[in-house]
């Protein structure tokens, strides 16, 4: 009698087994053909992001401007971030913030400034959430006409 429950419980996982594959096998083709109507995204290299903060660093640098330099990814999550010798502690959050600012509204920040000074209706956008900050010094990063990110 254990035997034939034995016998039976493999049939059953074997059977199982079988026509999952069986479902997969037939599926193959639907799931390939789905994968290709998925969005395609590029996305910034940390490599980029990295030149992106010395390039800053050194044109802040040779006007005489001690900053921090922050570099984020197209949804504005953090992907690299210097502070640079003398540089005051304000500017880490700062720089965080206007580049998120120019990475989700896709402007330069001293843009966005001046087209909210010339028209207020348009002030709100200062006050959308707590990392927005209008104020010069943010620019979208482009790559093959895309923005990836922001600095």
Not at 4 to 32: E, K, N, Q, S, T
Not at 57 to 67: I, T, Y
Not at 96 to 113: C, G, Q
């Amino acid at each position: 009698m254990l035997c034939v429950h034995l016998y039976r419980r493999c049939f059953v996982a074997r059977a199982y087994r079988i026509m999952i594959a069986v479902v997969f096998v037939l599926l193959m083709p639907w799931i390939a053909s789905a994968s290709d109507e998925l969005p395609k995204e590029s996305v910034l290299p940390l490599s980029l992001a990295s030149k992106a903060i010395q390039a800053s660093l050194d044109a802040c640098n040779k006007d005489g401007h001690r900053v921090s330099v922050s570099v984020v990814d197209r949804a504005g999550v953090l992907r690299a971030m210097v502070r640079a010798d003398g540089a005051g502690s304000h500017t880490v959050d700062s720089s965080r913030k206007k580049a998120y600012t120019a990475a989700s509204l896709r402007r330069s920040t001293t843009e966005l400034a001046e087209l909210i000074n010339k028209m207020p209706t348009l002030q709100a956008l200062g006050k959308m959430n707590d990392h927005v900050l209008m104020l010069g010094g943010g620019f979208p990063i482009e790559i093959a006409g895309e923005i990836v990110g922001g600095t």
